[in-house]
């Protein structure tokens, strides 16, 4: 027994409860578990590890200049853009600084109402409209550019800049730049030459493509347009570093300077442009006070025969340019008639008369005539055909009356005596000796035209342009549609001979075959460029201006013409004698009375436009000067004692003005 007791297995002490639960076995597939979960985070604390030392360690720097860069501005630094000078170097267009209010839309307030909140109150603060804001901010939006601010104001005042400093808290996004403003120190003179600087729009910077931003500012119209290129200058780069409030808390730094812009030299003489402008204003006033009471309007061109050098170029209506600087409102332009509600109201002041009106030339054609029906050999200069009150062709079958300014004359004439005395019926006969050609001659008369430059474009380096209209006999098949409207009538020619019917033409046009007549026979370019030179003093080259082109003309020809011309003035028959017989300056032109269906306020009929074209001195003329007033009556009434004006302030003595009572 006792073997037995010995033998069992030993107790454990203390005994084992009931309520004991015996110790949970680790099984080979917990361990696996065990193993994979500990596997996995370890991959994790490895991972993070990692990238903490990547960040911290290898890509540190990189991060630290990020961190710097978001606290800094970059900013474009506007380059002066180059001044424009006449040609004795008198500013006609200068530069004033201003500050420019800008907002950055990457920084505005991400909640809608904040953000709307906030460009309400910047709205009021610089007087703009929100719809403009919100224009200029979506149009950055569209084009994906962050980068550059919006310029809501180009001249803020003082005032604005304090208010706006003193709570940049309530303006997150919203800073100040330079800006050039452009100024015209003679206000609305050559307002149309000049032309207007504006903000750059979608489409031009389409267009345009690289080296223009979407804040720049460039030429519109007139020389600020055609020579933009010489112009502008190049934008330099600055950064400014600014708190989270976009205060500055420093001075701007440059990264690139700025290049100021070219100054352009014209040609232009601004005392002579000074007096073709009240020359014109006097002229129109001259034709109110004979009871024009629609002549609101015209131009006169001054022109160098010698070169194409344009002197003077004026338009009236005109306006003052500085409507375009800095802040540009409707209200501004509609007063001066710079929208399409207004501008008919105002005569259109914007318009250039010169070079963007056609007008019937009337008398002042008759040399074209002259020259090519001696061309033509249908006429001997001196052999005589009679001027009387009327004229009918014997190829008119409609056996219309042609009537002679002059109802009363009646004697035979020469060309030159034609020419001076401007006998309509003369040249109706010389119409209809064109129309009588044979076919095979083809239209000798419209060919001379257009060689001496009418029916297209001058090539002015300035624009635009009109090209105007010489009739055809295929231009008569294109552009009507009955079969009695296409034919090539005998009046057709008959008119054209004396300027009239569908021939059109622009002052600067006439200008140009009057500078041919004074040059023997040369036809020029239109310019007004002379020179350009860098912000150093230093001449930019330039390609050479076009040289005047000899067009074939018969010297012979050509100096009947002139001739007839110098009658014009000179001898007391001469239309322009009451004008210009007693000038200290010989002077040798022509006077034009024009007809021309318009349409008024109130009005629909014909109104006569009235021309003078002439130069001087006659023996070595160094000046053309063409004079057209809008429905101004008679040439000798209106436009010569204007051109005489003109005149005398080139050649420097007074004008003691006398008009003709009656003239073509």
């Known amino acids: 027994m006792a073997s ?6 030993p107790r454990r002490f203390p005994p084992r409860g009931k309520s004991v639960v015996e110790p949970y076995r680790v099984t080979p597939k917990l361990a696996l578990r065990v193993a994979i979960l500990g596997g996995i985070l370890l991959a994790i604390f490895a991972a993070l590890f990692l990238r903490l030392w990547a960040l911290q360690v290898l890509a540190g720097q990189k991060y630290i200049d990020q961190a710097q860069a978001n606290s800094f501005r970059t900013l474009s630094v ?4 180059g001044l424009i000078l006449d ?6 267009v200068t530069n004033t600084p201003s500050t420019a209010i800008q907002l950055w839309p990457s920084d505005l307030p991400k909640v809608y109402a904040d953000r709307y909140a906030e460009l309400v109150h910047l709205a009021q603060v610089s007087r703009v409209p929100l719809y403009e804001i919100s224009r200029g901010i979506k149009q950055r939006l569209q084009s994906g550019d962050l980068v550059t601010p919006v310029t809501v104001r180009e001249s803020a005042s003082d005032l604005m800049v304090s208010y706006l400093a003193e709570h940049a808290s309530e303006f997150p996004g919203v800073g100040t730049g330079r800006a050039y403003l452009r100024h015209y120190p003679y206000q609305d003179l050559a307002s149309q030459v000049l032309g207007y600087v504006g903000a750059i729009s979608q489409s031009q910077l389409n267009h345009l493509g690289p080296g223009y931003g979407a804040n720049d500012q460039i030429g519109q119209t007139g020389v600020e347009a055609a020579f933009d290129r010489y112009l ?34 014209l040609t232009l003489d601004v005392k002579l442009q000074q007096a073709a402008e009240k020359a014109l204003a006097y002229g129109i006033r001259l034709a109110q006070g004979n009871g024009e009471w629609a002549a609101r309007g015209g131009a006169i061109v001054a ?20 409507v375009y600087s800095g802040r540009v409102t409707t209200r501004a332009l509609a007063a001066q008639g710079l929208t399409p509600k207004t ?22 054609f008759k040399p074209v005539t002259a020259l090519a029906a ?52 003369y040249f109706y006969q010389l119409g209809d000796r064109f129309w009588s050609l044979p076919k095979d001659r083809g239209q000798p008369l419209q060919q001379w035209a257009t060689t001496f430059g009418f029916g297209k474009l001058t090539g002015s380096d300035v624009g635009p342009e009109v090209p105007g209209l010489v009739p055809t006999i295929g231009w008569k098949i294109r552009h009507f549609t009955t079969a009695l409207d296409r034919l090539w009538k005998p009046g057709d020619s008959i008119h054209l001979a004396i300027g009239q019917g569908d021939l059109l033409v622009t002052p600067l046009q006439m200008t140009r075959f009057y500078a041919l007549l004074a040059n023997g026979g040369k036809l020029v370019t239109p310019h007004l460029l002379l020179d350009v030179e860098d912000s150093n003093g230093n001449p930019v080259p330039l390609p050479p201006p076009p040289q005047p082109e000899s067009v074939g003309v018969d010297p012979a020809a050509l100096q009947i013409v002139r001739q007839g011309l110098l009658e014009g003035t000179h001898l007391p028959i001469g239309t322009s004698y009451p004008v210009f017989g007693q000038f200290p300056v010989s002077i040798a032109g022509k006077t034009g009375t024009a007809e021309k269906v318009v349409t008024l ?27 057209m007033i809008e429905n101004g009556g008679h040439g000798g009434t209106a436009a010569a004692p204007a051109a005489a004006q003109v005149f005398g302030a080139y050649f420097h003595f007074k004008v003691n003005q006398a008009t003709s009572t009656h003239s073509d």
């Open 601 to 627: 306020p109130g009005f629909i009929g014909v109104k006569n436009q009235s021309w003078w074209c002439g130069y001087g001195p006659t023996d070595k003329p160094t000046i053309v000067v063409c004079a």
């Open 232 to 265: 502008r200058g190049v934008s330099g780069a600055a950064k400014l570093h600014v708190d989270n409030l976009n205060r500055p808390l420093g001075g701007v730094q440059l990264t690139a300077l700025p290049k100021p812009g070219n100054t352009v030299r």
């Open 343 to 364: 501008a008919p109201a105002k005569n259109y002041p914007a318009l250039n008369r010169a070079m963007q009106a056609t007008y019937p030339p009337g008398s002042v």
């Open 4 to 9: 037995t007791a010995t033998e069992r297995a």
């Open 78 to 81: 506007p380059a002066p853009r």
């Open 374 to 425: 001696m061309q033509a050999h249908i006429v001997s200069p001196y052999a005589y055909l009679p001027c009387t009150g009327t004229y009918q062709s014997p190829n008119d079958k409609s056996h219309q009356v042609f009537h002679n300014w002059d109802p009363n004359v009646n004697q035979p004439m020469d060309l030159p005596t034609a020419l001076a005395y401007s006998c309509d019926t």
């Open 303 to 322: 022109l160098d025969p010698r070169d194409g050098s344009i002197l003077a170029m004026a338009s009236s209506p005109t306006y003052k340019p500085s």
């Open 87 to 92: 040609r004795n170097n008198v500013p006609l």
